[in-house]
């Protein structure tokens, strides 16, 4: 359990201070050579392809009630790393891990397209000729490729789960020997344990519950006040009014609090203030690209999506929230590494140019309760600062 809560950091010290988590590069030796332009390549070649595989990934929990706190808790991580030390890199989060998890899907799936192929081919010769020759040779072909694929994969996956070990055509060997020689269960177990325990998956379910808790309790009355803005106008428009000032500070109180991992982040303003007087321009763009970013997904209620398309609107929430929460962190940390507040005009042409930002963003929330197959339910789908909820119905 020890390692389910990450420490967190004492409030607001210094940006100088605060501790930067990328690793310390060691002295190169000087007869160690530097890794040249073809592993320079393949470095930022296996980067993109884990990027890829993370937002791949993410997309898949966010279709899944449980897994779209893990996908919160990895956005809200990612932004609390960005808050501490500045750098939008420092937001993608075990991009070579996912680089390693992305071949494991490619190799298994060049297994599985042969097997696929034969049994098309062995159930078109059993429905023309049931107890024919023809059906039983393709029967016995597919079971033996099935075989050879199972030994291969988790060969492939016991050297290390790398695309290349896919293609090594010696690994039922390899495996038979590991056999024979005693440890293959052990190895495994090790392996799996090791995997498991690298993705931190209890951390960012954590972060992630805690931060939608948050986040909706500061947005359930503004909402419930607005959803009723069809029948009482006035409370409507006090629900609008208490939204638009909900929606300005809710995702930075996010951001500080994936930043130290303390709840009472979500109760405290100053600091807010104290980092919007030294960055209010960068405070302004974060919060007017994560509002904006936040509205076309709106669109995507209007009708129910089948179930088999809810991975690819998964993967437009990440594509459009990922960057606005990095920015956010961006922000944040931007306001802590500046000493002197900004001239009074630039604070508050930062705070007014925010307002209608606020405003269009309230009009959407409310016009989505009559375009939305789900009504008035579909204002507490928050995407923007809560579960990236899928747009499919999961009744019958």
Known sequence: MPMLYAEPIEDEPPFAELPDERPVAMPIAPMVRRPGAFGAAGRAAEWCFGVVSIFLGLSVLA???????????????????????????????????????????????????????????????????????????????????ALFGSLHGGAALLRGGRFRHFLNPFNVPWLMAKLFRGGLYRDARDRFWNVLVGLKLPYFFWLGFRGFLGAFLWLAIPLTLLGQGHRAPIVGVIGGCLLALVVIHVPFMQVRFARNNRMRAFRQFAPLRHAFRRAPLAFALALTVHLILAIPLYILKIEVIPRDLVFLEGLMFLLLMFPARLLGGWAYARGLRRETPRLWLVRWGSRLALVPVAIAYVLVVFLSQHIGWQGIGSLYEQHAFLLPVPFVSWKG
């Open 63 to 145: 279709a899944i009630p449980l897994g779209q706190f893990l996908a919160l808790g990895y956005l809200l991580d990612a932004a609390g790393r960005v808050a501490r030390t500045g750098r939008i890199g420092d937001g993608f989060i075990g991009v070579r891990r996912a680089a390693r998890f992305g071949g494991v899907a490619l190799g298994l799936t060049a297994l599985w397209l042969p097997l696929y192929y034969l049994s098309i081919q062995a159930e078109a010769a059993r429905i023309i000729d049931p107890d024919g020759r023809i059906a039983s040779r393709w029967t016995v072909w597919l079971t033996a490729l």
